[in-house]
């Protein structure tokens, strides 16, 4: 993509001027936050290369960061810690996460669209688009946004707990991450109410169930 979809044409049709794309990032990881992103771009806005997050390689993603920064007129990023989705669950979190991230924007938006089929605002109109960080300009965009946010969290984290492998996996339950569990248990970020077959399994063979 390089301009805003017809989804967005249409609304900008009917005199809207103010949209903000809302989009997450880390629903899936066993540990870290879950973090959300929202974009407003002027109308007319060109920018080459917006595409779903996942899939575009690192380095594009930080050029489009920094690119979506310097044309967007408003960005707003949110976040749900791990003890927040442990709390709410991770839908819930997630949509406080966009929640935080729209009172985040310096400009209050006229109308949201938000990936997904779950989302819920008590004030602004919005519309939740399925798969809308492939088919909508402005949600691609907070996509980038707010994945790129989340990894640079995830560096961090992985400086205070270097046994877990964050920088590379960034949460995610992948072969490695599961065997760091494995050998030194959940760390302090890690999201307790997440299950994880392999671990269930191997706590199940431990006396008195582990």
Not at 44 to 52: E, Q, S, V, Y
Not at 118 to 133: A, E, I, K, M
Not at 163 to 183: C, D, N, Q, V
Request: aromatic letters at 6%; proline letters at 6%; a neutral charge.
């Amino acid at each position: 993509m390089n301009t805003f979809s017809d989804i967005e044409a249409e609304l900008f049709s009917r005199g809207m001027r103010v949209l903000a794309g809302v989009d997450e990032a880390g629903r899936g990881p066993l540990a870290g936050p879950v973090v959300a992103a929202a974009v407003i771009f002027a109308p007319g806005t060109r920018l080459d290369g917006i595409a779903d997050s996942k899939v575009l390689a690192h380095g594009r993603r930080a050029m489009l960061r920094d690119a979506i920064l310097a044309q967007a007129i408003g960005t707003g990023i949110g976040i749900a810690d791990h003890g927040e989705i442990d709390e709410l669950n991770i839908l819930q979190a997630s949509i406080l996460a966009m929640h935080r991230a729209i009172e985040a924007l310096p400009i209050s938006p006229e109308f949201l669209l938000v990936d997904g089929n779950r989302f819920h605002h008590p004030s602004l109109p919005y519309r939740t688009v399925v798969r809308g960080d492939a088919r909508c300009f402005s949600i691609a965009a907070a996509s980038i946004l707010a994945k790129e946010h989340r990894d640079a969290l995830m560096l961090l984290l992985d400086a205070q707990f270097p046994s877990y492998g964050f920088a590379k996996h960034k949460g995610y339950p992948t072969p490695e991450h599961i065997a760091a569990l494995r050998a030194h248990g959940p760390s302090s970020v890690h999201r307790l109410s997440f299950r994880v077959r392999e671990l269930e399994a191997q706590q199940a063979r431990m006396p008195h169930g582990g």
